[in-house]
């Protein structure tokens, strides 16, 4: 991405000609552990090279002058570093202005304005999180334009912290850290619930990362999410009448053999089976690329899908539809739904030599069933949140 090409409009736009510094934040996808994270269990992100890119300077006053390629129809949006609440007219802006407002009363010194300009490639309603990205993109840019001793792991618990508390979305961390945190060609295996975490090395060799947009919006999402949080609660409350466990991410699968007809309701029995089985899939996709198996990797890429589609039921006509295509073609791996369901993404592992050919056959099949186009997007592993100083204009 060219970020340079931005430059004059920044000049145009904020009537300056100081040159602004680059920033950039990715997107991430989850490449398996669906619906863990408040099961008390592990993800597995990355980062991708899709993302926000932010130019900015700081001002001489008080002034926070912002714009965004992505919403220029709604141009300028302008407030002042000691009127930080959120106001719904100010739709995107806010999720910046939460990150500066929480920033500073953590007790970073945040002393002037800035005029921010911000583009994303992160397609929208994708689930590919472009407002955890928007979100890291400005903590590292407050970070480096004002110098503050800031630990990497603090801010992204304050931009899950924006998302809750001054967005009003009830999400996990996995997004921020994923995107704070990413490191090229390496997954990052977390747990949820105490933050330790591990850098996998992912070689892909010949194969690589597709990204299959359904352009289904995830309306179900948030409705179903909630739902499916307090099933896993319910199940999890029945359980420990007959075991010590704080989550079900603790419990191994044998041990949920057991104990799975305490459970009264069978849905709810479901539920929690699949929170047990994702976990183990989990742990056992870094076991596979520890040891260069793709073909395993693959493999429980589709378990995790069937469970998700079967067990946890938060799929969709659409989601199924591109996944079994993608099951299909002889050159793809494995492909999984990743997201909250119910639209969005699903992601396939691709032989990067026939590629072109898979799309178009997933794509054929897709617009048959469903009616309309899917879109494809082929991304690498790359950096997490970071100021892009090799820019030379």
């Not at 002034?63 to 719904?88: A, K």
């Not at 999890?236 to 079900?248: G, R, V």
Request: with cysteine; net charge negative.
């Amino acid at each position: 991405m060219d970020v340079k090409k931005f430059v004059p409009k920044f000049h145009d736009i904020f009537s300056t000609k100081e040159t602004p510094r680059f920033f950039f934040a990715p997107g991430r996808i989850n490449l398996i552990g669906e619906h863990t994270d408040y099961n008390g269990g592990f993800v597995f992100p990355c980062a991708i090279t899709f993302g926000t890119y932010a130019l900015a300077r700081k001002r001489e006053d008080g002034t926070i002058r912002m714009f965004s390629e992505n919403f220029s129809e709604e141009g300028v949006i302008t407030f002042s570093l000691d009127d930080l609440d959120y106001r719904s007219e100010h739709r995107w802006a806010n999720y910046p202005k939460g990150m500066i407002r929480f920033m500073k009363n953590a007790g970073y010194s945040i002393d002037t304005g800035m005029d921010v300009f911000y583009y994303g490639n992160i397609p929208n309603g994708a689930g590919l999180s472009s407002s955890a990205s928007i979100e890291m993109v400005t903590g590292v840019m407050l970070e480096k334009l004002f110098h503050l001793p800031i630990d990497r792991v603090e801010m992204v618990k304050i931009g899950k912290k924006v998302e809750n508390e001054f967005i009003g979305v009830n999400s996990g961390i996995m997004d921020q850290f994923a995107i704070g945190m990413g490191k090229k060609d390496h997954g990052i295996l977390l747990d949820c619930n105490t933050l330790t975490y591990e850098y996998v090395p992912i070689s892909l060799q010949n194969y690589k990362i597709l990204i299959m947009n359904t352009n289904k919006r995830r309306e179900l999402a948030d409705s179903k999410y909630n739902e499916r949080r307090s099933e896993c609660e319910r199940a999890l409350k029945e359980l420990q009448n007959y075991t010590t466990i704080h989550s079900l991410g603790q419990l191994k699968q044998e041990e949920f053999e057991t104990l799975q007809t305490n459970i009264s309701d069978e849905n709810i029995r479901k539920r929690a089976k699949h929170a047990v089985t994702e976990n183990e899939r989990t742990i056992r996709a870094k076991e596979a690329l520890n040891n260069n198996n793709l073909v395993r990797f693959g493999q429980l890429m589709n378990e995790s899908h069937r469970s998700l589609r079967d067990d946890y039921e938060v799929t969709g006509k659409e989601l199924d539809t591109i996944v079994e295509a993608a099951w299909e073609q002889e050159s793809v791996l494995g492909a999984r739904m990743t997201g909250a369901g119910f639209g969005g993404c699903a992601i396939a592992l691709v032989e990067s030599s026939r590629i072109n050919e898979v799309m178009k056959n997933i794509g054929k099949i897709y617009r048959e069933k469903i009616g309309y186009d899917a879109t494809f997007y082929s991304v690498t592993i790359g950096d997490g949140a970071k100021e892009l100083t090799e820019v030379i204009l």
